[in-house]
């Protein structure tokens, strides 16, 4: 039996920076269970955003962390995915973490023993799925939360005779030249494919519920100001502060605050410079109309992309704005609510994520399951909409378990590599301490869980995301249509806020809001 200090599930950004900061306090101890043959989780290369045109939508200067430290310069503003993975690669190699990875290994259950410890059952995904068993002391969920791919739940889906498959699991070796392609969706992958793809393929179709607010990129190549910037050090520390303190001036180069944000006359007047933007980039009027939202900038997942209204003025490209969405896949292609059908080569599933669904089970003390206390079941299709955490890093009956970018962690418009970095070093902090003081066990008191949830459960109130439909609050259409609850998994108070928690100790000292024995 192997036995660990410290298991780390995932090898996305904030499993790399949680094993980074454990081997800064000293625990070496470590193993990281990725199920993929390559490192940076949805990022990674032949992972799930590795469809043409997969690109960070935060810019590459703040969104890649430890720049200053590995002395890498991203090649432009927003850089693909390629470039990503490639930089989770050498991340890996620059703080010799890739020594404490077991490559296709798939954790498929965790279980809390009477020894203290977990027990890590995983499939061998290169030795034909022979189930393996390990043991760790301390557990880290860094699989992240777009890591399932979610299926439209449609009619009629194993029937199609011609090609089809989800964003997230792209086919490589399809040739869409000369094809009657169908994309479902106009999510952020639905766009960056769009976009891609618009001159390769014969005919474009993009069948659309709702629309979506867009901002160009305006990308372009680093340039030489700013890769000397780079060079002189410190420049990627500077852009990736975060002033939770409030110590310093507002910072001018921010495109819009929190409090903007939800400052209803300020989102009012961006929505109609951006309605205005739609007008004039799309020919025709009423497909210009189709393509404006009805509702605050940010509800709803920004697109921020170049080309995307342009590419509909293009022959091949038609959008289908249909309310109802896709209703059922045929032989040939699809029909929509409507009732109207269409032919297709090829169907694209642009349909997203069950972002927060961690996808096996996890048992801890008494039998407990974190599925069951997070409120998912098959009513709800196994949804986590009612979280129970400590800044949603600890969950009560779960000991020396830790979520990174878990739900109760962050809004729609945090910058998660920035809360991988400070959850990763609350973890190492904590499990360093706990063996220094020979520390066995820590969980949230029932009081600090109780307290922290109900703080995320108002702290939506009068909040842009709910006046949408949206993955945020897990209320899709879909998820409207059979009638499920909205979710209560994001913290949505700025994260400057749930740093004051964090790392301020607003709401009590780890000591007050910890049980550790």
């Known amino acids: 039996?192997?036995?660990?200090?410290?298991?780390?599930?995932?090898?996305?950004?904030?499993?790399?920076?949680?094993?980074?900061?454990?081997k800064e306090k000293g625990i070496e101890d470590i193993c990281i269970f990725e199920k993929n043959g390559s490192l940076g989780g949805v990022w990674s290369h032949g992972g799930v955003g590795s469809y043409p045109g997969a690109a960070c939508d935060v810019q590459s200067y703040t969104y890649l962390p430890f720049l200053d430290d590995t002395g890498f310069i991203p090649s432009k503003r927003y850089v693909s995915q390629h470039e990503i993975a490639d930089y989770a690669e050498m991340l890996a190699?620059?703080?010799?973490?890739?020594?404490?990875?077991?490559?296709?290994?798939?954790?498929?259950?965790?279980?809390?023993?009477?020894?203290?410890?977990?027990s890590i059952e995983a499939k061998n995904l290169n030795s034909d799925d022979e189930i393996e068993y390990f043991e760790a002391k301390h557990v880290v969920s860094a699989n992240g939360p777009l890591s399932t791919p979610r299926m439209p739940e449609l009619g009629g889906m194993e029937s199609f005779q011609g090609e089809s498959f989800h964003t997230a699991k792209w086919d490589n070796d399809i040739n869409l030249r000369g094809k009657s392609v169908g994309i479902i969706g106009t999510g952020a992958s639905a766009a960056q494919v769009i976009t891609s793809i618009a001159d390769e393929v014969k005919q474009l179709t993009v069948f659309q519920r709702t629309p979506t607010w867009a901002i160009e990129r305006e990308d372009q190549p680093?340039?030489?100001?700013?890769?000397?910037?780079?060079k002189a050090g410190g420049y990627s520390t500077k852009l990736r502060h975060v002033d939770w303190k409030k110590e310093l001036p507002p910072d001018p180069n921010i495109p819009f605050t929190f409090e903007q944000l939800h400052d209803k006359k300020w989102n009012a007047d961006?929505?109609?410079?951006?309605?205005?933007?739609?007008?004039?980039?799309?020919?025709d009027a009423e497909t210009a109309k189709l393509l404006t939202p009805d509702y605050p900038f940010f509800c709803k997942r920004v697109l921020i992309i170049d080309d995307y209204f342009t590419t509909y003025n293009k022959d091949n490209v038609k959008l289908v704005h249909e309310p109802g969405g896709v209703t059922k896949i045929t032989e040939k292609g699809l029909e929509v609510a409507s009732g109207a059908s269409y032919e297709l080569d090829v169907i694209i599933y642009a349909t997203g994520f069950d972002a927060g669904l961690i996808p096996f089970p996890i048992i801890g003390k008494n039998n407990v399951l974190l599925s069951e206390k997070f409120g998912a079941n098959e009513d709800n299709n196994y949804q986590m909409i009612s979280p129970e955490t400590l800044w949603g890093l600890h969950v009560r009956d779960m000991p020396n378990f830790y979520m990174m970018v878990g739900p109760q962690s962050l809004n729609p418009v945090t910058n998660v590599t920035l809360l991988c970095e400070e959850q990763g070093k609350y973890i190492a902090e904590l499990v360093a301490d706990m063996k220094k003081n020979g520390n066995l066990s820590v969980e949230?008191?029932?009081?600090?869980v109780e307290e922290?949830?109900?703080?995320?459960?108002?702290?939506?109130?009068?909040?842009?995301?709910?006046?949408?439909?949206?993955?945020?609050?897990?209320?899709?259409?879909?998820?409207?249509?059979?009638?499920?609850?909205?979710?209560?998994?994001?913290?949505?108070?700025?994260?400057?806020s749930y740093l004051e928690h964090l790392i301020g100790e607003k709401g009590g000292t780890r000591n007050e809001l910890l049980e550790i024995t």
């Open 270 to 283: 961006v929505c109609a410079l951006l309605s205005e933007r739609i007008k004039n980039d799309v020919k």
């Open 452 to 496: 922290w949830t109900e703080k995320c459960n108002v702290s939506s109130n009068g909040k842009i995301w709910l006046q949408c439909n949206n993955w945020y609050m897990k209320g899709t259409k879909d998820d409207e249509k059979a009638g499920r609850e909205k979710s209560k998994a994001m913290w949505m108070e700025s994260y400057e």
């Open 93 to 118: 190699d620059h703080f010799d973490i890739r020594k404490h990875i077991k490559f296709s290994y798939e954790v498929i259950k965790l279980e809390y023993l009477k020894n203290g410890f977990w």
């Open 1 to 22: 039996m192997n036995r660990y200090e410290v298991a780390i599930v995932g090898s996305g950004f904030s499993g790399l920076t949680s094993a980074h900061y454990l």
């Open 444 to 448: 949230p008191t029932q009081k600090s």
């Open 222 to 230: 680093t340039p030489p100001e700013i890769v000397e910037a780079f």
